[in-house]
């Protein structure tokens, strides 16, 4: 059985998570109170039902003072036996901010803070750091749209998320912020940019002509070779120490050309060696 938690930030994004769940073929349930995961845990175990074997539970401060006991519910669910994994959706409180004005929704802790949004806002990150902290994925949302949203949760569960480590290869630009989920940055600002040639500039690493181009610098041949024998070398560490996820994140200027190229080059090399891996451009279709 496939058991997904997902928790985080509110206006993080888990209303999409938890329906694009539900269109990959998850059974999900909605604002669970922490004491209850394991009792509906063996509900499920135990049910005859198929549909019952792929299942997607959201639990968040909308519970209440029974949220408190999500760190407890964790541990219960562990010492059990129980396997989970949990995901964690996060965002930039500007960008939190800016989602509530936006919809004029009313933030889950804004009565205790007599209704201040940002001090509602700063309040859940800071009863959220320690569930952060045990999450398996953690995908910040800042800066996706919500279809790239759904793109990266199925990516990430289409399969059988208790397999082994995924690896998420994510090019991304600078001038937009360093993805906060990475646990590897390649910069990859040093190769030769194809957006100071005319006929290249509106291409994409995504094109043969702008792959070709980058690829063919012997700096860049030089840069990939040593960039992949420090992945090579770094998985079997990372799988050691028990990780679900990995980010490898590579970035130029803009996340259009150089890091879209060889997260490309990256994302082939781990799958011919045989790990899970996907890969997202997330910066590629900006201005």
Known sequence: MEFIIITGLSGAGKSVAMKNMEDIGYYCVDNMPPTLLSIFYDLCEKSADDRMKKIAVVTDVRAGDAFVELLDALELLRT??????????????????????????????SDICIGSTEKAVHLERSLLIKVKAKADYVVDTSLLSPTQLRERISALFLGNAALGMTITCLSFGFKYGIPSEADLVFDVRCLP?????????????????????????????GYVERMLSLVDYSLPLYLDEGKSQLVIAVGCTGGKHRSVTLTRVLYKHILEAGQRAIVHHRDVIKD
């Open 193 to 221: 940019n194809p957006y100071y040639i005319p006929e290249l500039k509106h291409h994409t690493g995504l094109e043969a002509c702008v792959f070709d181009y980058v690829m063919k610098f012997d700096q860049t041949k």
């Open 80 to 109: 059990s036996g129980k396997e989970y994994k949990l995901l964690f959706l996060d965002a930039r409180d500007d960008v939190l901010l800016r989602r509530f004005k936006e919809t004029r929704r009313k933030h889950p802790l």
